[in-house]
């Protein structure tokens, strides 16, 4: 018995017994995994996954560039490995714009010389990730 002489349900120290919770049961038509609407199961994930892909090497290639635009403008050292593989990195990426931009401010010439391909990677790669995942 427990207080006011109610009974004790189960190991409660009240007399309140909730109800269990319902079983979960989902939809029985619903595909489980399926991001695509429309019959063909599983026809997009190839190209979401390329697309993913392309997206990250074009995020990737941007980062390497605007690294090392900051790494320059900040005076880091040149003679320190990491920033002398950035450099690397960011020469090889931006190799087909270089002296696009003539200036006589360095940091200017850098910033755009390094700015531009980083944007072109990124408008790229972003709409042909985008048109893939249409497909």
Same mark, same amino acid.
């Given at each position: 018995?427990?207080?006011?002489?109610? $009974? *004790?349900?189960?190991?409660?120290?009240?007399?309140?017994? %909730?109800? $269990?919770? $319902?079983?979960?049961?989902?939809? %029985?038509?619903?595909? $489980?995994?399926?991001?695509?609407?429309?019959?063909?199961?599983?026809?997009?994930?190839?190209?979401?996954?390329?697309?993913? /892909? /392309?997206?990250?090497?074009?995020?990737?290639?941007?980062?390497?560039?605007? *690294? &090392?635009i900051l790494l320059?403008?900040?005076?880091?050292?040149?003679?320190?490995?990491? !920033?002398?593989?950035? +450099?690397?990195?960011?020469? &090889?990426?931006?190799? &087909?714009?270089?002296? /696009?931009?003539?200036?006589?401010?360095?940091? *200017?010439?850098?910033?755009?010389?390094?700015?531009? %391909?980083? *944007?072109?990677?990124?408008? !790229?790669? +972003?709409?042909?990730?985008? &048109?893939?995942?249409?497909?």
């Open positions: 018995m427990g207080v006011e002489g109610a $009974p *004790l349900h189960g190991n409660s120290p009240s007399p309140y017994n %909730p109800a $269990p919770a $319902p079983e979960y049961n989902p939809a %029985p038509n619903a595909a $489980p995994h399926s991001r695509r609407s429309g019959g063909g199961g599983q026809r997009g994930i190839g190209a979401d996954r390329f697309a993913l /892909i /392309i997206h990250s090497l074009a995020d990737v290639a941007a980062a390497f560039l605007g *690294l &090392w320059y403008l900040l005076e880091a050292n040149h003679a320190n490995v990491f !920033v002398d593989f950035v +450099h690397g990195v960011a020469d &090889w990426l931006a190799g &087909w714009s270089q002296d /696009i931009f003539v200036m006589d401010t360095e940091g *200017l010439r850098v910033f755009f010389n390094y700015a531009l %391909p980083a *944007l072109v990677y990124l408008a !790229v790669g +972003h709409g042909v990730a985008a &048109w893939l995942r249409r497909l």
